[in-house]
């Protein structure tokens, strides 16, 4: 079953084409990346499928609806949840209190807007009150059973600024699971680790993606993670795909390996 596809999809800046004609086709259960050289268009790739920026042209279909032009919320609710290149935790929260929010973000969007600007010391007062409680205690289950199942519950308690990169990221993607996606963005998740944390890494996104049965699309730099994990991989340059296909094949393409070194082998 196809999970995402996209259609001759482009986004334009002025005059500058950052990504253009981008046909991607993942189907349920893949791992796919999308590598290229800095600049390349990648985020801006994300950034349109996730509802950031709408495209200058083409379509964006999720599951069996189209979602081009959706509102990132909107998106959300239709089962697709990203993380960023930068870490994007709250700091000063614990691991269950970072996992807890965005799972009621999920549920009670309406709440926590309501609360707005200076949310999280008044967001915890008004959802104490009686009439939250039950509502409340459920997410607070549902936030101990995902960090279960994520490997994190022992660290619950802990200050999220106070855990190592690798396990940051971790509670990232943690977080982003709290939204029940089937389709996960990771954006360059490896990104800043050391060898020991990137190993882990992989083995935690194979992981995941059979316990909640996901679909991930990730941009990556890092060339061991993408060969390692991938199932197929697309190539983009100046925001234009120059390949798409297997590790062995991507690896052996000319023209990416032209792109990345900016020289042919033979030159
Ligand atoms: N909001 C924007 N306004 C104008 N130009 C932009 C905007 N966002 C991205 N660009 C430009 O679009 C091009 C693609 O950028 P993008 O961030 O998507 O590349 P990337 O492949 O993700 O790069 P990196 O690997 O460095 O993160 C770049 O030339 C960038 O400067």
Redesign the pocket.
């Known amino acids: 079953m196809t999970m995402l596809k996209t259609d001759h999809i482009t986004m334009r ?2 005059g ?1 084409t ?2 253009k004609e981008l046909n991607l086709q993942i189907h349920q259960g893949e791992i796919i990346a999308l590598i ?10 994300f ?1 349109m499928i996730t509802g950031v920026y709408k495209p200058t042209e083409g379509k964006i279909i999720f599951g069996d609806g189209e979602i081009t032009g959706l509102k990132p919320h909107e998106i959300t609710k239709r089962g697709m949840a990203r993380t960023f ?1 930068n870490i994007r935790l709250f700091k000063e929260l614990s691991v269950l209190d970072n996992v807890f929010i965005a799972n009621h973000l999920h549920l009670k969007s309406n709440l926590f807007q309501s609360i707005g600007g200076k949310m999280y010391p008044d967001f915890l007062g008004k959802i104490w009150e009686p009439k939250y409680k039950k509502e409340e205690k459920e997410i607070l289950e549902k936030s101990h059973m995902l960090l279960e199942k994520v490997g994190l519950i022992d660290l619950r308690y802990e200050k999220a600024n106070s855990l190592p990169y690798g396990v940051q990221r971790k509670l990232e993607i943690a977080r982003a699971l709290a939204t029940d996606p089937k389709l996960l963005l990771l954006d ?1 998740p490896a990104a800043g680790m050391n060898p020991k944390e990137t190993n882990d890494l992989t083995d935690f996104i194979r992981q995941i993606r059979e316990e909640f049965d996901l679909t991930i699309f990730l ?1 990556e ?1 890092h060339m061991q993670v993408v060969m390692d994990i991938s199932n197929r991989i697309y190539v ?1 340059d100046y ?1 234009v795909t120059i390949a798409e296909g297997s590790p062995y094949e991507i690896q052996n393409n000319e023209r990416v390996i032209q792109a990345y070194l900016g020289v042919s082998e033979d030159a």
């Open positions: 800046f002025g500058l950052a990504v290229g050289p800095n600049g390349a268009g990648k985020t801006t790739a950034n290149q360059e941009i730099h983009l925001g």
